[in-house]
C-alpha cells in the first residue's frame, strides 16, 4: 500500500513522455501541401484562313462564290467578296472555287497556320476581260483550238546572254544597235511579265549560250524570227539587227515570256504592226491577259486548274516551272 504513489507517478510520466515523442518541436517547418498542375491546353484541330475572292483582271471582289476545300463544310463569299474557311492540319487538300460569270477553279490550300490574306482570284467567262483572247495567247487556241496547252511563264527573273554578232556570216552588230536591243529587253520584260519579273542579269558577248538554265539566249541570223514559248532555258532567234525594231523584239521575246500568237491584227502577239521607231506596247486587251496568265502557276490547264505542285495559296516560293526544251513549240 505504500508503493501506489510512486507507481502513479511513473505511470503519469509514461504517458507524458509518450505525447512528448508525438508533438513536432516548436518552431519546425510544415511541408506545404501539394499544388495541382493545371492541364495544358488540347491543341488545335483547325486554323481559320480568311481573305477575299478577287476578278484576276481587275480585283474586284466577287460575292456570291461557293469555296469548296476537301473535307470541310463550304463557304460562300461575301457581298465584299471576303470568306473565311476552318482548315484542318497543315496539308495541302484540293480548293475549289465556282461563281457564276467565271472560271470554275481548282487549286490547292494548306491549313496549319492562322491566316487573313488569302485573295483568291477568278477568271472571268467574259465581260470585260476577253477570255477568247486568253485561251488564244496562253494556251495557243488560235493555231491549235482542240489542243489547248498548260500555261508556260517564267517564275524568276530571266538573264539574258545577247550574241554580238550574225550566227551566219560571222559579221559584228553594232554597239549602238545592241544598247537599243539591251534597253528594249529591259523595258518590255516586266510589261510581259505585268511587272512580276524583270530582265536579271545581261550579258553581251560572242559566245553561242545555247539552253542554259535560268538564261534566256539571244542570236541574230539571217534566216528569220522565232522564239521558244514560255521556256527556261529559253531561246530567241532575230533575223533583223537594228534600231526602230520595238514591235519584232516585244513579239519574239513575248514569245520567251509565255505568249502564242493571236487572230488579233494589230497586235503585239497577233502580229501586222508596221514597223516603226515607236515604242511598242501591248494592248489593253493583251495587258489583261498578260495580268492574268502571270497570276497562275506554270503548268495551269484549261479551265482554271492548277497542277498539285503548284500549292495555290500557300507561298509564292512554291512555284516552280514545269518547262523543258522538249515540250514548247517554236514559232515564226
Known amino acids: 500500500m505504500r508503493n501506489w504513489p510512486v507507481i502513479t507517478s511513473l505511470v503519469c510520466l509514461a504517458a507524458l513522455g509518450c505525447r512528448q515523442d508525438k508533438t513536432a518541436p516548436s518552431g519546425s517547418p510544415v511541408a506545404p501541401p501539394p499544388i495541382a498542375t493545371p492541364a495544358a491546353p488540347p ?26 476545300l476537301d473535307g470541310i463544310p463550304p463557304a460562300v463569299s461575301a457581298g465584299d467578296g471576303s470568306f473565311s474557311l476552318d482548315t484542318p492540319a497543315g496539308v495541302s487538300r ?75 556570216t560571222g559579221a559584228p552588230i553594232p554597239d549602238d544597235v545592241l544598247q537599243y536591243f539591251v534597253s528594249e529587253i529591259q523595258r518590255v520584260i516586266p510589261e510581259l511579265s505585268d511587272g512580276r519579273v524583270a530582265a536579271g542579269r545581261i550579258e553581251v558577248n560572242a559566245d553561242p549560250w545555247d539552253f542554259v538554265p535560268d538564261y534566256i539566249s539571244i542570236h541574230f541570223d539571217h534566216s528569220g524570227n522565232w522564239g521558244y514559248v514560255g521556256a ?29 500568237h493571236s487572230s488579233v491584227q494589230p497586235s503585239v502577239m497577233g502580229g501586222h504592226v508596221l514597223a516603226s521607231c515607236n515604242l511598242e506596247h501591248l494592248t489593253p486587251d493583251e495587258q489583261l491577259v498578260a495580268r492574268v496568265l502571270y497570276s497562275r502557276p506554270p503548268g495551269n490547264v484549261e479551265p482554271d486548274r492548277d497542277p498539285p505542285a503548284a500549292f495555290g495559296y500557300l507561298r509564292a516560293d512554291s512555284q516552280s516551272s514545269l518547262q523543258t526544251c522538249d515540250d514548247v513549240l517554236r514559232h515564226r
Open 43 to 68: 491543341p488545335p484541330t483547325s486554323w481559320k484562313v480568311s481573305g477575299h475572292v478577287v476578278a484576276s483582271h481587275n480585283k474586284l471582289p466577287v460575292s456570291g462564290a461557293t469555296l469548296s
Open 94 to 168: 484540293p480548293l475549289t472555287v465556282a461563281a457564276d460569270g467565271y472560271q470554275y477553279r481548282e487549286t490547292f490550300l494548306s491549313g496549319g497556320e492562322l491566316r487573313s490574306d488569302v485573295d483568291i482570284d477568278l477568271i472571268p467567262s467574259g465581260g470585260s476581260f476577253p477570255f477568247w483572247l486568253f485561251r488564244q495567247m496562253g494556251r495557243n487556241g488560235s493555231e491549235q483550238p482542240g489542243n489547248l496547252q498548260p500555261l508556260k511563264r517564267w517564275t524568276t527573273n530571266p538573264n539574258i546572254h545577247l550574241e554580238n554578232r550574225w550566227r551566219d
Open 232 to 260: 527556261n532555258p529559253g531561246q530567241v532567234q532575230f533575223g533583223t539587227a537594228a534600231k526602230c525594231t520595238s514591235i519584232m523584239i516585244i513579239h519574239e521575246l513575248g514569245h520567251a515570256m509565255g505568249y502564242y
